[in-house]
């Protein structure tokens, strides 16, 4: 089976740095997602990670250690539109099925 | 433009009713799925599909169906048997399986709402 774990809720100020971080066990690893949803609204593909190391994307950078079942998200610059949940997701080798976890709820305050 | 349409945005159901949520995608992918998600929950796998003609369950498929008879296409239908369709629900889709570079992509969503 599969386990991903992400903290419930954060709070940031605007203007700062925040990192999300997502544990996870699976049976077979084949890549993991962060999608930013907003409330009410669809996820939105933010970055994928398939091997180690860390991915820059303008303010948003993810991070993955294979070796330890862990990935972070980096938002920078904070601004208020990044409050949002924030959704890490692995892809099991083989499948085509791609687990959530419940979300991290981000909010920025000024 | 090329994207997932989901319809409709808000639909209510009474007890004891099948309702129909349509997903139609022109990115000629493979691939199409279908998630629920309820409050302070994680996105969870009803149903997907790898081809036409095919389909596969997921972890919380009782009480829904699905068809694929055109690659394009993938209704679900929530019947009465599902106790609890109150929910968020979203269609997605994929180039292919697990590989690098077949990143999964939402529709906008139907909320389902029992009345």
Partial sequence: GQNIDQPTEMTATEGAIVQINCTYQTSGFNGLFWYQQHAGEAPTFLSYNVLDGLEEKGRFSSFLSRSKGYSYLLLKELQMKDSASYLCAVWRAGSYQLTFGKGTKLSVIP | ?115
């Fill in chain 2, 1 to 115: 433009d090329g994207g997932i349409t989901q319809s409709p945005k808000y639909l209510f159901r009474k007890e004891g009713q099948n309702v129909t949520l349509s997903c139609e995608q022109n990115l000629n992918h493979d691939a199409m799925y279908w998630y629920r998600q309820d409050p302070g929950q994680g996105l969870r796998l009803i149903y997907y599909s790898q081809i036409v003609n095919d389909f596969q369950k997921g972890d919380i498929a009782e009480g829904y169906s699905v068809s694929r008879e055109k690659k394009e296409s993938f209704p679900l239908t929530v019947t009465s048997a599902q106790k609890n369709p109150t929910a968020f629900y979203l269609c997605a889709s994929s180039a292919g399986q697990a590989l690098s570079g077949n990143t999964i992509y939402f529709g906008e969503g139907s909320w389902l709402t029992v009345v």
